[in-house]
């Protein structure tokens, strides 16, 4: 039973993968510089707690898809992911709250792609935390301001949804010897009252660095995530299954 929800649960991740090859693990983001464990146990604990999240970074290829399936490894046990194929499913997902689910939109864009959201499907997607379920997605932004426009302007959802949603991501890619690195430049809290909370951005140095204490995870909290993502590293899991199944069952 344990192995065939790992299976599945993983299954919905990679069908996320639109440039083949393995899914990559938190993990892997960590050895690539792309994030700090400190912000991934804090990433840990708050997606953890059933917080939605989305990933924004304005060019194609800059690992939005990526970075949000390594994060869908984070959401709790009991919680299923569920790709929005249809405006149907999320209004099936607002009349149904016998169980939290993890609403998958694979990018929130116009055209007739496999669970891509825009307009109306966008605002009702919208609504789903309140209800009581997690949203997963990515946007081409790269600043909260250009995903509030896209999101709000262009697309109709109310400002308080959009202050309320959970976790905002931002990416960056900069080149470095040999390629380019990626990173998670800037990290939003909008869990609680009030404007979108500045907890972590990348500075001139390059270095990931806190800004704000989280409003919405507890220090204690904090610390036991970051003893896990330590544990992890140390345990050698790797691919998605292998790091979702330590984050389930091991006791570290």
């Not at 169980?99 to 116009?110: D, F, W």
């Not at 500045?198 to 507890?218: G, H, K, T």
Request: glycine share 8%.
């Amino acid at each position: 039973m344990e192995s065939q929800r790992i299976a599945t649960h993983c299954r919905e991740i990679d069908r996320c993968n639109q440039r083949g090859g393995r899914m990559l693990s938190v993990v892997d983001l960590l050895e690539a510089g792309t994030v700090t464990p400190e912000m991934a146990g804090y990433l840990l604990a708050a997606i953890g707690k059933g917080r939605s999240f989305l990933v924004g970074a304005l060019p194609g290829g800059a690992g939005k898809t990526t970075v949000m399936g390594a994060l869908l490894n984070f959401v709790p046990a009991d919680v299923e992911l569920v790709p929005t194929d249809s405006r149907r499913t999320v209004q099936e997902g607002l009349e149904d709250r016998s169980a939290p689910r993890c609403y998958v939109c694979h990018e929130i864009g116009s055209g007739p792609y496999y669970a891509y959201l825009w307009g109306a499907a966008l605002q009702e997607l919208f609504r789903l935390p309140s209800r009581g379920h997690m949203v997963a997605t990515n946007l081409h932004a790269d600043t909260i301001d250009q995903a509030r426009r896209q999101i709000c302007t262009d697309n109709g959802v109310p400002d308080d949804l959009f202050d309320r949603f959970g976790l905002m991501l931002f990416l960056r890619v900069k080149p470095s010897p040999g390629g380019v690195r990626r990173y998670i430049a800037a990290v939003y809290e909008c869990c609680a009252s009030g404007a979108p909370l500045l907890v972590y951005r990348l500075n001139r140095s390059d270095r990931i660095e806190p800004v704000e204490p989280s409003q919405c995870v507890a220090p204690e909290e904090l610390a036991l995530a970051a003893r896990k993502i330590e544990a992890l590293r140390a345990n050698g899991a790797r691919t998605i299954e292998q790091v979702r199944r330590f984050l389930l069952y091991d006791r570290a």
